[in-house]
């Protein structure tokens, strides 16, 4: 069969309990309202316009067709249909990776469509577990990033210390807690420099304090979360653990993901750590053992940004007519936690196979004119490759959280 590389998307990185669950807000429809200005320290969360999803908005960009085309090994494929969970009982809270194209070094207020097709493909998929909030927030921008490749100058002057960044997504979580919340369970979700803003938040506003009675599980993609070699706690967080079985609560979950025959290079920027701790690797497909075959949910076609490339994934050969925004090709890529030299990532496998109707590659890596950047390995795919597993977890996790609560 005809080897053809997938598609992918971008994403950068950088660095109560009660006896019975709360009942659920009513949904109110929010207005939209004028945006604040750019340069003001501290944004008031309670603006609908500051939201990308969150219950009652008007236009609540995790409400959107998100059907998978089943792709099987024969070529043959059927539709998987998405339902949403009518009346869930926990929260979810994301962050999403970098993915502004604006010009200048932070993003402004104003959604764009890089954030809304990061939310489709990162975390709407969680609305059938939970209630969902995603906030925007003043991130460092694409523009600022691409300086380091060679890209141009960012417009503007930075944003002043403390305003923006890690700071918009702590008020927005205060203001979520203080109005939204009502003592629920909350899982918190984020990728890249999502990732690194929510691994700071868990660690100086959640542990130690009221809310970690709170805490489901957190998932950090695409960033690491350190712990001493050999142990599940210590290094990033005193008292948290990171996961280990599907039901366990009060646990993080964090992988980076790189090619199996393509390791990390000396120079990757994923994966290492020091002072006597190591990047951890939980893998979602298989928690206790840390080797699995993922449950995917791949883009049908198109980028992000087209840091990916510009070549459209065939899935089968010959090419199925595919009409749904997402494809599954079961049992395509196994997973493992491994650790080679100073690195420890997750290592993905194509299982190519001559007798499969179905693609022998995969893309994932970030496309350079000079050929793919190792250096950031499968960054692109670090959520695709695992979505159903990471659902299926959160789950597992919220069933557990309320029958303890």
Same mark, same amino acid.
């Given at each position: 069969?005809?080897?053809?590389?997938?598609?992918?998307t971008?994403?950068?990185?950088l660095?109560?309990?009660c006896?019975?669950?709360?009942?659920?807000?009513?949904?109110?429809?929010?207005?939209?309202?004028?945006?604040?200005?750019?340069?003001i320290?501290h944004?008031?969360?309670?603006?609908?316009?500051?939201?990308?999803? #969150?219950?009652?908005?008007?236009?609540d960009?995790? +409400?959107?067709?998100?059907?998978?085309?089943?792709?099987?090994?024969?070529g043959k494929?059927?539709?998987e249909?998405?339902?949403?969970?009518?009346?869930?009982k926990v929260?979810?809270?994301f962050v999403?990776?970098?993915?502004?194209?604006?010009?200048?070094?932070?993003?402004?207020?104003?959604?764009?469509?890089?954030?809304?097709d990061?939310?489709?493909?990162?975390?709407?998929?969680?609305?059938s577990?939970?209630?969902?909030?995603a906030?925007?927030? #003043?991130?460092?921008?694409?523009?600022?990033?691409?300086?380091?490749?060679?890209?141009?100058?960012?417009?503007?002057?930075?944003?002043?210390?403390?305003?923006?960044?890690?700071?918009?997504?702590?008020d927005?979580?205060?203001?979520?807690?203080?109005?939204a919340n009502?003592?629920?369970?909350?899982?918190?979700?984020?990728?890249?420099?999502?990732?690194?803003?929510l691994?700071?938040?868990?660690?100086?506003?959640?542990?130690g304090?009221?809310a970690?009675?709170?805490?489901?599980s957190?998932?950090?993609?695409?960033?690491s979360?350190?712990?001493?070699q050999?142990?599940?706690?210590?290094g990033a967080?005193?008292?948290?653990?990171?996961?280990?079985?599907e039901?366990?609560?009060g646990?993080?979950?964090?992988y980076v993901?790189?090619?199996? #025959?393509?390791?990390?290079?000396?120079?990757?920027?994923?994966g290492?750590?020091?002072?006597?701790?190591?990047?951890?690797?939980?893998?979602?497909?298989?928690?206790?053992?840390g080797?699995?075959?993922?449950?995917?949910y791949?883009?049908?076609?198109?980028?992000l940004?087209?840091?990916?490339?510009?070549?459209?994934?065939?899935?089968?050969?010959?090419?199925?007519?595919v009409t749904?925004?997402?494809?599954?090709?079961?049992?395509?890529?196994?997973?493992?936690?491994?650790?080679?030299?100073?690195y420890?990532?997750?290592?993905?496998?194509v299982?190519g196979?001559?007798?499969d109707?179905?693609?022998?590659?995969?893309?994932?890596?970030?496309?350079?004119?000079?050929?793919?950047d190792l250096?950031?390995g499968?960054h692109?795919?670090?959520?695709?490759h695992?979505?159903?597993?990471?659902?299926?977890i959160a789950? +597992?996790?919220?069933a557990?959280?309320?029958?303890?609560?």
């Amino acid at each position: 069969m005809r080897a053809m590389l997938a598609g992918a998307t971008l994403a950068l990185t950088l660095m109560s309990s009660c006896t019975t669950a709360p009942p659920p807000l009513p949904v109110q429809v929010l207005p939209l309202q004028p945006l604040p200005a750019v340069d003001i320290a501290h944004a008031d969360f309670a603006n609908p316009s500051l939201w990308l999803c #969150r219950p009652g908005l008007a236009d609540d960009k995790c +409400k959107i067709n998100l059907d998978a085309t089943v792709i099987a090994t024969d070529g043959k494929t059927k539709v998987e249909k998405y339902a949403a969970a009518s009346d869930p009982k926990v929260d979810c809270f994301f962050v999403y990776p970098t993915v502004s194209d604006d010009k200048t070094w932070a993003s402004d207020w104003t959604v764009d469509k890089m954030e809304i097709d990061d939310i489709k493909l990162q975390f709407a998929r969680f609305g059938s577990v939970c209630r969902q909030f995603a906030p925007i927030y #003043r991130q460092t921008t694409l523009t600022a990033l691409r300086i380091a490749s060679g890209g141009p100058q960012p417009e503007g002057e930075r944003l002043p210390q403390g305003v923006g960044g890690y700071n918009d997504v702590v008020d927005a979580w205060n203001w979520y807690m203080a109005n939204a919340n009502n003592g629920r369970g909350v899982i918190l979700i984020g990728h890249s420099q999502g990732a690194g803003v929510l691994a700071r938040l868990i660690a100086q506003e959640i542990e130690g304090k009221p809310a970690q009675k709170q805490l489901i599980s957190g998932m950090i993609m695409g960033s690491s979360v350190m712990v001493p070699q050999g142990k599940l706690t210590g290094g990033a967080y005193k008292t948290i653990p990171l996961c280990t079985a599907e039901d366990q609560v009060g646990c993080m979950i964090s992988y980076v993901t790189f090619r199996d #025959r393509l390791p990390p290079p000396d120079t990757a920027r994923f994966g290492k750590a020091g002072g006597g701790n190591v990047a951890s690797c939980t893998n979602p497909a298989n928690l206790a053992t840390g080797k699995g075959i993922p449950d995917s949910y791949f883009l049908t076609k198109g980028f992000l940004n087209g840091s990916g490339g510009n070549v459209q994934p065939a899935w089968a050969t010959p090419a199925p007519t595919v009409t749904t925004p997402f494809v599954k090709t079961p049992g395509l890529v196994s997973t493992q936690c491994v650790t080679k030299g100073d690195y420890t990532y997750l290592e993905l496998h194509v299982n190519g196979n001559p007798n499969d109707a179905r693609t022998d590659e995969l893309g994932g890596e970030i496309a350079r004119a000079t050929g793919p950047d190792l250096n950031w390995g499968l960054h692109l795919i670090d959520v695709d490759h695992s979505m159903g597993d990471l659902i299926r977890i959160a789950g +597992k996790q919220s069933a557990a959280y309320l029958k303890a609560n």
